[in-house]
């Protein structure tokens, strides 16, 4: 079972569907109960950190994605919600993320390429990833972000993404985990990497577990 939290950010159904169609038993849902019975958690993110950020306070289902780190189960942010595990964010000015990994997010310099970044790009493993079981090495995946992490700690970094600089696209510490695209918007990658997280992939033996990040 897995909770996609509801905490009033952007039109979070395509997550839902795509989760659906993968054969994972997901749902969206703010109530607190269903969040902490969930077997997995998924955290995503439309717009700007500060507001995201306010509204999953004001919400008080910050508190539950915590717990659920604390408790080793698995988490996984998407797009913002990747993001949002950081300490802070710097977009109209400076917000506090949940903390669970040490570093910032910052806009693109002026020399990237165009911002926001919308599209496709593809992402380069750096360290062996089991949300990208069963995934070509450079795979292309959809963005839409104009602001990226800068990760403090290098071993969070699993896959990196350039667009005028190189920054890191999956990040993941202990039990949580957080991409920087879409995979909703990403169609057969995407939904495999979902697919990964959710348990449901079943990669070749030799390599473990589909959802281990």
């Known amino acids: 079972m897995i909770a996609i939290v509801d905490y009033g950010v952007g039109n979070l159904r395509s ?8 054969g994972a038993r997901a ?4 109530d607190p109960g269903l969040i902490r019975e969930a077997e997995r958690v998924v ?18 289902l910050d508190q539950l994605v915590l717990d659920a780190a604390e408790r080793n189960k698995p988490v996984i942010g998407l797009c913002v919600g ?11 000015g ?11 997010v ?19 493993r750096v360290k062996k990833c089991g949300l990208l079981e069963g995934l070509q090495e450079g795979s292309y995946f959809y963005f839409v972000h104009s602001y990226y992490v800068e990760a403090e700690n290098a071993e969070d970094v699993l896959a990196v993404t350039d667009y005028g600089l190189e920054y ?10 957080g991409v920087q695209f879409h995979p909703e918007k990403s169609q057969e990658n995407g939904l495999r ?17 589909a959802a281990s990040t």
């Open 193 to 209: 990497l979902l697919a990964n997280f959710a348990g449901l992939a079943a990669p070749p033996a030799s390599h473990g577990q």
């Open 43 to 60: 955290l995503p993110g439309v717009g700007a950190f500060g507001e995201c950020a306010r509204r999953l306070r004001e919400s008080r």
């Open 168 to 177: 890191p696209s999956i990040c993941a510490r202990g039990s949580v985990c």
């Open 15 to 22: 997550v839902e569907k795509a989760l659906q169609a993968v």
């Open 82 to 92: 990747l993001q949002l595990m950081f300490d802070e964010g710097h977009e109209f």
């Open 27 to 30: 749902f969206l849902t703010s």
């Open 94 to 104: 400076v917000h506090a993320g949940l903390g669970l990994m040490r570093g910032r």
């Open 106 to 124: 910052i806009r693109f310099p002026q020399s990237a390429p165009r911002v926001p970044q919308i599209g496709w790009n593809q992402i380069e």
